[in-house]
């Protein structure tokens, strides 16, 4: 068994001011990709030319009627891993030493997007204590799960080249395909396609402003939807005053469990968002990417509370974003901006 290392932290204290705005440190926070200036990625360690491919299971789907189906969450486990070791062998990579290295370790990066919409539709509001032991179940059954699934194919396909040399082999595992399992992704892109909420974020708003390739595009949550409908508080002028808002907090024609279960992004307290993202990172292998919504009134001292919060709960990485930062907004509130594209029952102007 290798030789391990450990250094204890006995004490944090000030010592200088680190800028820590987006892609404000070369080299550290964004780098030159062949002529690209792009940033690291939250949710992915890597070892030098090392990749990993990485899925992530629509968890609006795993819930029914009030409950969650254990044994679909499963399945489709199975079915993902067994899916994303497929990919590292039917890839094609740029160059061969990025082919050799990831061969050896076949890393993979199972995780969730959707979240948010689970807990709806379990009646369960993103800021309580029944949210974080709903994120502790559902990402500890995926990891249990996502091993099985590894080791079945390791026994079937043999382990991944570099096991002896990984904590499996060291912890007594006889078998395993894949170096890691699970991370969590921010599913930005992923999710407008499967129409759910992003990776583990609550909802940004009940309706906001997407703005995509210069158009700016109407986003009504269609759970929200569904429920003013069903409880017969729909109609089309409240929807165009929750699109000029965002948020549903201070209409008074929404019962009081709506706006406790349709909470949104920045009604949240950030350190909650905090122990959301720590609980799920409790059983993921790879790290979690998750953004800590701030207001623009935030101030350097909220930002320090969020990241000693985030060491003390053993996040492995951490995100914030203050509303209003930049000129331009990937995910605004609507108010007066006028829509364009798809826009289901709201009045859209050109």
């Known amino acids: 068994k290798p030789p391990r290392a450990f250094a204890t932290v006995k004490d ?30 939250g949710e992915q360690p890597l070892l030098p ?34 899916f994303l070791d497929n990919v590292i062998d039917v890839n094609t990579y740029p160059i061969k030493k990025i082919e050799k290295t990831t061969k050896r370790t076949r890393k993979i990066g199972l995780g969730v997007m959707g979240f948010a919409d689970m807990l709806i539709k379990l009646g369960i509001p993103y800021n309580s204590k029944s949210a974080l032991q ?36 060291h912890e007594g595992f006889e078998y395993m ?31 906001f402003i997407r703005e995509i390739i210069n158009r700016k595009l109407v986003d009504v949550n269609p759970l929200f939807e569904a429920e003013a409908k069903k409880r017969g508080f729909y109609d089309r002028e409240l929807m165009e005053k929750i699109a000029r808002e965002g948020s549903i907090k201070r209409i008074k024609d929404i019962p009081a469990d709506i706006k406790r279960l349709f909470i949104t992004a920045h009604e949240i307290d950030p350190i909650f968002h905090v122990k959301i993202q720590a609980t799920f ?3 993921v292998d790879n790290a979690v990417s998750k953004t800590v919504n701030l207001p623009p009134s935030a101030k350097p001292k909220d930002v320090e509370k969020i990241f000693k919060a985030a060491y003390k709960l053993g996040c492995k990485g951490i995100t914030v974003y203050r509303y209003g930062s930049k000129k331009r907004e990937v995910l605004k509130f609507p108010e007066s901006i006028e829509y364009a594209g798809t826009c289901r029952d709201m009045t859209c102007p050109n």
């Not at 059954?141 to 990984?166: C, N």
Request: charged share 20%.
């Open 177 to 207: 395909r894949n170096a890691t399992l699970t991370t969590i992704a921010p599913t930005g892109s992923l999710s407008i396609i499967a129409g759910v909420t992003s990776s583990i974020e609550p909802i940004f708003a009940v309706s």
């Open 49 to 82: 030319y090392e990749s990993c491919n990485l899925g992530s299971i629509n968890l609006k789907l795993m819930a029914k009627n009030g409950k969650i189906d254990w044994e679909k969450l499963s399945r489709t486990v199975k079915i993902a891993v067994h």
């Open 12 to 41: 944090i204290i000030p010592d200088t001011t680190e800028t820590v705005y987006d892609i404000q440190v070369p080299g550290i926070n964004a780098f030159d990709a062949n002529g690209f200036y792009v940033h690291n990625c």
């Open 281 to 283: 990172q409790r059983h």
């Open 134 to 169: 709903v994120a502790d179940k559902i990402m500890s059954h995926i990891k249990v799960e996502a091993q099985k699934a590894s080791m079945e194919l390791a026994i079937e396909r043999g382990s991944f080249p570099a096991f002896k040399d990984s904590r499996w082999y």
